[in-house]
């Protein structure tokens, strides 16, 4: 019988991991089925760019996975029972329960409210593609003179703040940020951000706490109403909550802790990646939720999968950082180079060089995905029974 390989979730870190298995393993010892509730695969760190009017590039997993040998099923997690070792699912045929042998969980993260008042009700998120489609929308809607205000001084609010000043001159953008603007990166990052800022005429509410979102305004903790027309949501991300029902030792962040292989603590034949795990990175510290932090992440999840499957050594390797690549529009980036541990150096890359710089990442991630058995090794280490069983302990 064939050892069952479930990959739920075809993100950059699902997919990726999908894709590796198949590299390393023979098709005759193992069924890899990728489960996903879309039908394509999404670039997440293009909403932004989705969100203002652009148009991506359409990828079907259906063509990414075509002659692999991984099994797509489009429909939707509803429940994981690790102790059964089955997955809930729901999708064109109704409800189904898969079973399987090793699982490796990748369903990402979401938007997270906080808690705000009105933000579920009021405010655009662009975490998925639905909420990135709902806000194009609104925005192709919006007069010239209108303010949108994006919440949120991460990655995600500095690009989409700096992508819809650009995409729409005509509007008055603002960003709204509980700390300084750019507080996590160096002092030549901050200076060019704020001059990309001035130049994009991006108005910035720094160490402002929102605490209310209406449907024309936000309100913050000192009482100030800001206008907002349209407000964007991009204050920190929250994990699927499904492992948060299991028996797997989890976070209080709801993520799924694992050790360095990203293999479960707590259950030896679930493997968890990208923003759904809890691991620690270089430094002994958390890996942050990203794309730099995920990809890594199910290749090394891949990698230990296939080792004890096949008896081989299981990789000794530990994730660290270089660089934080930052869009700010087509025509501006900042690349801020960083410790393993992802600590800002004082290292920086600006301007064009670096849009061009931060694009090409982006389209490596992509093609990385796209083509997921480019290089499959011509020789493949067999599964035995004995490995099969054993890796549940080893």
Known sequence: MKHRIVVLGAGYTGASAAGRLARRLRREDVAITLVNAEPDFVERIRNHQLATGQDLKPRPLSEIFAGTGVEL???KVTRVDVDRKTVALTGANGAEELG????VYALGSGWNSQ???GTAEHAHQIAGRTGALRLRERLAGLDAGQTVVVVGGGLTGVEAS?????ARPDL??????SGGLGDWISPKGR???RKVFGKLGITAYEHTTVSGVAADHVTTADGKVIPAAVTVWTAGFAVHPIAQATSLEVSGTGQIVVDRTMRSVSHPDVYAVGDA?????????????SCASGIPAAALAADAIAARLTGRKVPDKTIGYFNQCISLGRKEGLIQYVTADDRARQGVLTGRPAAAYKELICKGAA???ANPTLGMPTRKHRVTPERTLRQDTV
Do not use: F, I
């Open 367 to 369: 093609w990385s995905v």
């Open 73 to 75: 099923r489009l429909a």
């Open 162 to 166: 700096t992508e819809l000043a650009e």
């Open 277 to 289: 795990a809890m691991a620690m990175g270089a430094g002994d510290k958390p890996l942050r939720m």
């Open 191 to 193: 200076e060019h951000l």
């Open 100 to 103: 399987y042998d090793t699982l």
């Open 115 to 117: 808690g705000v008042p």
């Open 172 to 177: 008055d953008v603002a960003l709204a940020v």
